[in-house]
């Protein structure tokens, strides 16, 4: 196994789920511990808890990567590190700290960024997916930007297919979707300039094509680091422009909303797609409400907590809406909207974050274990 410091594996999980795609109240990345370590074993868990960090010592495993952030809300959470009460989140976080090991949480920017995951998991369903569950911004800001940038003719192919794997480009069920236009760029270098093109002190004019392509809002950072690699010129010109169109909820776009909606290959009875959700998420019973539809054509996923999403889902017309909590009252609401919703409990609902993260680290060869702990009992 080649070795790997805890700085590269977040920039390999960087490449999946770039921490720009974290809502921003959300504390992401690597929360304790140095980037210099060397990995020696991977253990991952939704939260940190006592007995993951026995599972660590155990595997002697240096790193940790959870799902729910100890630290949380950002700017909110913890103000200091002191010895607490013995399983606490304070004490917890020192003890992983005095043992070296660090922890790295991957929450909404995976919930986001994870598509392979959310494919498998509908796959799991006996669903197709089709498209993502999309919140949509209550301060106006917008879900995609337009980028435009300008490319000379020899590299332009180069330039926009290095940007189009960055995943920009993507509008409902097409991918790779961009648009160009010939013109003449012109610049001077100024002395202490290294000009790809031209001379310093001499007026240049290139013929170049302007690109104009899309970007999921939270991508940019990705998309302007791969516009910067790929293109040859020393200072990069670029716009991004926010776009008022809402987005149609077509296609699973990388960064673009949470979770999948999917179609069933047939209709199944509902009693038997209840057993097929039981036995994906590995549950003996959930919460539904009082709608019952006779059969399951079509289905919606969100992890974690979903009552934001309710709306959203509804517009969509599906037969079941599966997630983690939605609370009593946008239960009931969604009944009379004619919408079963499935409640797994939260950490349930997230179960395909282990199996996603475990398959991550064989990909990259190192050592991992997952630690399948439920924190919630039924008494």
Not at 124 to 145: C, I, Q
Not at 291 to 314: D, K, L, M, N, Y
């Amino acid at each position: 196994m080649a070795k790997i410091t805890v700085q590269t594996l977040l920039r390999q999980l960087e490449t999946r789920i770039p921490a720009s795609l974290a809502e921003s109240w959300d504390p992401v990345g690597l929360l304790v511990g140095s980037p210099k370590a060397v990995v020696r074993g991977v253990v991952t868990g939704v939260d940190l808890t006592h007995a993951l960090l026995g599972e660590a010592v155990r595997k002697k495993a240096n790193v940790i990567v959870i799902h729910h952030p100890p630290l949380f809300p950002k700017g909110k959470g913890l103000s200091r590190l002191v010895p607490g009460e013995s399983g606490s989140r304070e004490q917890l976080l020192l003890e992983c700290y005095r043992l070296g090991i660090a922890v790295i949480v991957a929450h909404t920017n995976f919930d986001r960024g994870a598509i392979d995951g959310m494919v498998k998991l509908a796959q799991a369903l006996g669903a197709e997916p089709t498209s993502r569950v999309l919140e949509f911004p209550k301060d106006g800001r917008s879900l995609m930007k337009k980028l435009i940038t300008y490319i000379p003719v020899d590299h332009f192919e180069r330039v926009r297919d290095a940007l189009y794997l960055a995943g920009c480009g993507h509008l409902g069920q097409y991918d790779c979707c961009g648009f160009g236009v010939a013109g003449v760029g012109n610049f001077r270098p100024l002395k202490g300039a290294s000009p790809f093109i031209g001379a310093v002190g001499e007026l240049e004019e290139v013929e170049e094509i302007r690109l104009e392509t899309l970007v999921v809002a939270g991508m940019e950072a990705v998309a302007i680091r791969a516009l910067k690699e790929a293109h040859p010129y020393e200072e990069v010109a670029y716009d991004l422009v926010p776009l008022d169109p809402v987005p149609g909820m077509k296609g699973m776009v990388w960064g673009l909303g949470y979770g999948f909606v999917g179609k069933l290959e047939s209709p199944v009875q509902f009693s038997e797609f209840v057993r097929r959700v039981k036995r994906v998420f590995q549950v003996k019973s959930f919460l539904t409400n009082q709608h019952t539809p006779q059969s399951v054509r079509s289905i919606a996923f969100t992890p974690g907590s979903g009552s934001a999403f309710v709306g959203a889902v509804q517009s969509l017309g599906v037969d079941v809406y599966i997630t983690g909590e939605v609370g009593y009252h946008a239960s009931l609401e969604a009944a009379r909207n004619g919408l079963s919703v499935f409640e797994l409990g939260h950490r349930e609902s997230e179960h395909y974050f282990l199996k996603t993260i475990e398959s991550w680290m064989k990909e990259w060869k190192l050592p991992v274990s997952i630690l399948d702990e439920r924190t919630q009992r039924i008494i």
